[in-house]
């Protein structure tokens, strides 16, 4: 076998793992499980260092098993957290768990038969029907109380300022436990893998695993990956406006493929290793190209291109990288009327706008008008009338004279028109 761990070393995707882990990983197959709480109906790229660690397991050619949590994501898991979630319905819950699945479908193949084929499972399925005193008996046996208020999760929520832990979120390690206790029955599944966060959680799964099975030589493992942040210190994951979700109609890809590509140098360093499959050979080569030259950003543009690929499609990359040149390269009418409304108003985020009739590009609009009047874009008709002369106007991109008549055939998405003057001031009309 090939060396997992070595790979996730060099790659800043290693944070700790219990002895004997990277010598069971080299020894042969190994079945491991990565768990999913359905929080939301999808995941943000919060989520994808899991992903991608299963994907690295698969590759090496372990045997990768996703949990959605069905039955822990009505708990809520305690750790990281300063205050108890609050708890989902059960509809809400059924709605997120299937939009978990989707997404995770999408890079694990699940219907695949190769002998190392990935599998999802919902401990929900075996969880429902284990009623609390068979719990108590068969699993809250197993472990004590003094074990349990050892794990940080536990002691950072005691020694805090708010109202302490329920009872109900301080079992959630015995139950995560019980996972790894079910997949290691039913499927030998002798790893968890996870955040470093989750490392109470995990060893107490590794713990459980032991004492349930006091007869046999059971082996049962951890390996966590660092939580990533970005080099200001500041939490990976999120945006001005929010989570950066990996479902396009929760984050469209031209906003995704931004993200990677605004990334400092230091950060690009980093994720094109923790994000991507590129190999050590490649990456050096594409950082030593950066430093002779960053104002190429030749490492942000490689990271946004792979993960963007990764995560949506090629053909979905073209339509960002065309979006993206429509702001900043030599974009034409045709190329804006190619943009859905969406995508149209992220590239132009920010933008002042207007609203004009419908009713009034039916016998057109002359220019002078259109800059004045009708928009505000300019102060005066002077001003509108010298911007002109100065051939300083674009319609959609294009450069127009005071001859100019807008009618409904210029019209964006059957909705908008691009004012420009100049290179970077941009105005919208939006007809209603």
């Known amino acids: 076998m090939k060396n997992l761990v070595e790979e996730l070393r060099w790659r800043g995707l290693y944070h700790d793992s219990m002895p004997g882990t990277e010598e069971q990983l080299l020894a042969g197959p190994v079945t491991a499980y990565i768990g999913f709480d359905p929080t939301a109906d999808s995941l943000h790229i919060g989520s994808m260092v899991q992903i991608i660690l299963l994907t690295h397991l698969k590759n090496f050619g372990h045997k990768p098993i996703a949990l959605v949590g069905g039955a822990t994501g009505m708990i809520g898991d305690p750790s990281g957290k300063s205050d108890e979630r609050n708890l989902l319905n059960e509809a809400q819950l059924a709605k997120n768990v299937e939009g978990i699945k989707s997404v995770l479908s999408r890079f694990l193949d699940f219907n695949s038969t190769e002998a190392n084929a990935p599998i999802m499972v919902n401990n929900y399925d075996w969880m429902k029907d284990f009623t609390f005193i068979d719990f108590a008996r068969e699993v809250g046996k197993r472990i004590t109380v003094n074990y349990m208020m050892a794990k940080d999760s536990v002691k950072k929520r005691l020694s805090g300022e708010g109202e302490g832990m329920s009872f109900t979120e301080f079992t959630y390690q015995l139950i995560q436990g ?24 995990i060893t107490t799964g590794t713990e459980l695993v032991r004492r349930m099975n006091p007869n046999l030589e059971t082996k049962a493992f951890a390996l966590t990956t660092p939580l990533i942040t970005k080099s200001d210190g500041s939490k990976f994951g999120k945006s001005e406006g929010g989570n950066i979700w990996l479902d396009a109609d929760k984050t469209s890809v031209y906003k995704f493929y931004q993200f990677w590509l605004n990334t400092s140098d230091e950060d690009a360093e980093k994720y094109i290793k923790i994000f991507t499959f590129l190999d050590k050979a490649v990456i050096d080569a594409l950082i030593d190209e950066h430093k002779t030259a960053p104002h190429l950003r030749v490492l942000q543009r490689k990271l946004a291109d792979e993960i963007t690929v990764f995560v949506h499609s090629e053909s979905e990359l073209n339509k960002a990288k065309q979006a993206s040149n429509i702001l900043f390269g030599n974009a034409t009418a045709d190329d804006l009327k190619q943009l859905d409304t969406t995508t149209f108003l992220e590239v132009f985020d920010g933008v002042p706008q207007a609203e004009i009739s419908k009713t009034d590009l039916a016998d057109g609009i002359d220019i002078v008008s259109l800059l004045n009047e009708k928009s505000g874009f300019m102060k005066s008709n002077g001003e509108a009338r010298r911007a002109l002369a100065e051939h300083s106007i674009a319609v959609n991109r294009e450069k127009v004279g005071e001859d100019f008549s807008l009618t409904a055939k210029d019209l964006i998405n059957d909705t908008f028109v691009l004012l420009q003057r100049g290179k970077k001031n941009y105005f919208i009309l939006r007809m209603v």
């Not at 019980?178 to 959680?201: A, E, R, T």
């Open 178 to 201: 019980y996972d790894f206790y079910h997949l290691h029955k039913h499927y030998n599944c002798v790893l968890q893998m996870g955040g470093s966060d989750q490392w109470g959680n």
